[in-house]
Each structure stands twice: as structure tokens, then as C-alpha cells.
């Protein structure tokens, strides 16, 4: 069965500092990866997303991840943070099973301090 | 431009009342249709998905319930509501032959007392 397993619940840090979100899955299939941001109250929209070919993925809002497929793991980076990334970010990979489905990390709230 | 609505946005019923949200999307065709709930702190739980009109796949056995009478509408269900009910609930939907995201509706709500 496939899961994906965000290592931290919360990361608080401070504005101008680098982050690192951290997340590893578990497949034995091919799968795709994406990360997803939440502000409050309002539905999720996509970061960036890994299909294949190079394993360093750029996103929005200067976020990138890298795969890698011997640790199984695609941590979310930035080297710089705004008040403004203070939000819920999920780890997500997608899958075939019968239909396409796609299978959340419990989350990783970012705060962001002044 | 493809959009995804969901209502309604916040709802509040009693232990055993019915429910029904709906989400539509437009600009599209055949989507795949997803229904999560979101509990806080626990992620993302993926209700049911839908490939097509009336194919209805269920991921968790609960009292709730989806349709698809429409290709491009999905409602979710419940006959007779429970406390452990309450929860962010998220309409999402996808490209048919996909290797791609999800679009996200802006949620609803639910508060069962």
C-alpha cells in the first residue's frame, strides 16, 4: 500500500531564514509527487509537482524539492521566507489503483515570525 | 478556464439531520471527481472518486454517501448525521488521462452538534 509521511507537524522559523519540509513515501509502483500550500479556511493549490526526468522540481512563490528515489523522499525547500508562507503545506503522491488517486501526508504547518 | 464550486461554504446541523453538499465544475469534461474530508492535524482523507456518471468508488466505510448525476456535479451525503462527522470537507477534480494535479474547491464546513 502507498503512504506518504510528512516527519514534522509544525516548523516554526524565523522571516529572511532558509526551510526545509520534510517528506518520505512508500510505493511499489511508480508514483508521482506533488506539494500542495492551504492558507486558512480555503481549499489547497499546487507548489510543484514531479512527473519524471530531473529530480530537482522548481515551483511557485521560489519553492523547489528534490526526489530522491533511494531515500524515497521529496523534501520541500526555500531558501528565504515570508511572513506570507505561513500556511499548511501537504505532501501528496499520486497513484493508479483501479482510478487515479492521489494520497495526502497529514500536513506540515509552516509559521513564519517576524 | 476551467473552475470547481462547492456550497455550501459553512453549515451547521444537528446530530442525525441529512446533509448534502454539492460541488460542480465547469470549463471541462469528464473530470474525476474527489471528496475529501479534512480533520485537524490528520490530513487529507480521501472519501470517494468518480471516473464517470454513477461510477461511485468508496476509499472509507462511514454513513456518507456521493452521487454523480451529472458529469460535472458530485454530491456528497448523509442520511442521518454524527458528531464525528464535523470536518473541513474539500471537492476536487482532475484530467481524465492524468498524470497530473488536483484543482481544489474552496471547501465546506460541517458542524454537527
Known amino acids: 500500500a502507498q503512504s506518504v509521511t510528512q516527519l514534522d507537524s509544525q516548523v516554526p522559523v524565523f522571516e529572511e531564514a532558509p526551510v526545509e519540509l520534510r517528506c518520505n513515501y512508500s510505493?511499489?509502483?511508480?508514483?508521482?509527487l506533488f506539494w500542495y500550500v492551504q492558507y486558512p479556511n480555503q481549499g489547497l493549490q499546487l507548489l510543484l509537482k514531479y512527473l519524471s526526468g530531473s529530480t530537482l522540481v522548481k515551483g511557485i512563490n521560489g519553492f523547489e524539492a528534490e526526489f530522491n528515489k533511494s531515500q524515497t523522499s521529496f523534501h520541500l525547500r526555500k531558501p528565504s521566507v515570508h511572513i506570507s508562507d505561513t500556511a499548511e503545506y501537504f505532501c501528496?503522491?499520486?497513484?493508479?489503483?483501479?482510478?487515479?488517486?492521489?494520497?495526502f501526508g497529514a500536513g506540515t504547518r509552516l509559521f513564519v515570525k517576524a | 478556464s476551467q473552475t470547481i464550486h462547492q456550497w455550501p461554504a459553512t453549515l451547521v446541523q444537528p446530530v442525525g439531520s441529512p446533509l448534502s453538499l454539492e460541488c460542480t465544475v465547469e470549463g471541462t469534461s469528464n473530470p474525476n471527481l474527489y471528496w475529501y474530508r479534512q480533520a485537524a492535524g490528520r490530513g487529507l482523507q480521501l472519501l470517494f472518486y468518480s471516473v464517470g456518471i454513477g461510477q461511485i468508488s468508496s476509499e472509507v466505510p462511514q454513513n456518507l454517501s456521493a452521487s454523480r448525476p451529472q458529469d460535472r456535479q458530485f454530491i456528497l451525503s448523509s442520511k442521518k448525521l454524527l458528531l464525528s462527522d464535523s470536518g473541513f470537507y474539500l471537492c476536487a477534480w482532475s484530467p481524465t488521462a492524468n498524470t497530473g494535479e488536483l484543482f481544489f474547491g474552496e471547501g465546506s464546513r460541517l458542524t454537527v452538534l
Open positions: 501528496a503522491l499520486r497513484t493508479y489503483t483501479g482510478g487515479f488517486k492521489t494520497i
Open positions: 510505493s511499489s509502483v511508480s508514483v508521482y
